[in-house]
C-alpha cells in the first residue's frame, strides 16, 4: 500500500485553490454536495470549503459514493510510470524536512539514482530535487501566510540546509522575496472570504 501524504487540511485547501497539479493522484477533492471528486488541479468552479472532504485512495473515495469529476476526470492515468510518480512524489512530500539526496529516492524506490531522475523528469517536466524546491517553497509560502514564524524559522522548517538557498530557492519560483512574499498577500484580500 502506498504511503498517506502528510498535508493538513488547509494545505489541501490551498492547493485546490491555486489548481497545483504538483498534487494530482496525491489526494481528491470530494464535494459532500455534489457527490463529485476531483483532482486537485480541477479547474471547475470551486466547491465552498465546509462541502470538501479530502480522500487519499481513489477506492476509498468511490466506495464512500462519489462520482469522478468530468472534467478532470481524476480516474483515467496518463502513463505506465505513474505508480513510481506517487511514490515518489508522495516520499517527497512526506520527507521534504529532512536533507534528502537523490541516492535516497532511488533506493527507496529500488532503481538507480540515473534513470529515477530521467524517467521522473519525463512525466513531470521536474527533477525530484526541483520537484522538492517547489514543495518546500509550497510549505513556506502556507507558513508565511498562516503562521507568525519569522524567515529564518521558516527556512529549516521547511527544510532548506541555508538561509542563502531558501531566499534563492523562493526568489526564482515567486518573484519575491520571502518577507515581500507575506506582505503583499496579507493585505487586502484575505483567503477567508473565499469560504
Ligand atoms: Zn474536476
Not at 500500500?1 to 489526494?27: H, P, Q, R, V
Not at 535516497?104 to 523528469?121: H, M, N, Q, W
Not at 513531470?124 to 529564518?152: C, I, Q, W
Amino acid at each position: 500500500m502506498l504511503m498517506t501524504i502528510s498535508l493538513t487540511f488547509e494545505e489541501m485547501w490551498n492547493k485546490i485553490l491555486a489548481c497545483d497539479e504538483k498534487y494530482d493522484g496525491l489526494f481528491f477533492t470530494a464535494v459532500k454536495t455534489t457527490k463529485i471528486y476531483c483532482r486537485p488541479s480541477c479547474k471547475s468552479r470551486k466547491p465552498k470549503k465546509v462541502n470538501v472532504e479530502f480522500y487519499f485512495d481513489m477506492n476509498e473515495v468511490e466506495n464512500a459514493g462519489f462520482r469522478a469529476c468530468k472534467r478532470c476526470q481524476p480516474k483515467v492515468e496518463y502513463s505506465p510510470n505513474i505508480e513510481l510518480v506517487r511514490k515518489v512524489t508522495t516520499y517527497l512530500v512526506n520527507q521534504s524536512k529532512e536533507n534528502i539526496a537523490l541516492k535516497d529516492i532511488a533506493e527507496y524506490v529500488g532503481l538507480s539514482p540515473f534513470y529515477l531522475e530521467r524517467t521522473f523528469k519525463q512525466e513531470t517536466g521536474e527533477t525530484p530535487r526541483s520537484y522538492l524546491e517547489k514543495v518546500r517553497v509550497d510549505k513556506a509560502t502556507h507558513l508565511l501566510l498562516f503562521s507568525d514564524m519569522t524567515n529564518l524559522e521558516i527556512c529549516y522548517e521547511v527544510g532548506f540546509q541555508s538561509p542563502s538557498n531558501f531566499y534563492r530557492v523562493f526568489r526564482m519560483q515567486k518573484n519575491c522575496s520571502p518577507s515581500e512574499y507575506r506582505k503583499l498577500n496579507m493585505e487586502g484580500d484575505s483567503k477567508d472570504e473565499l469560504e
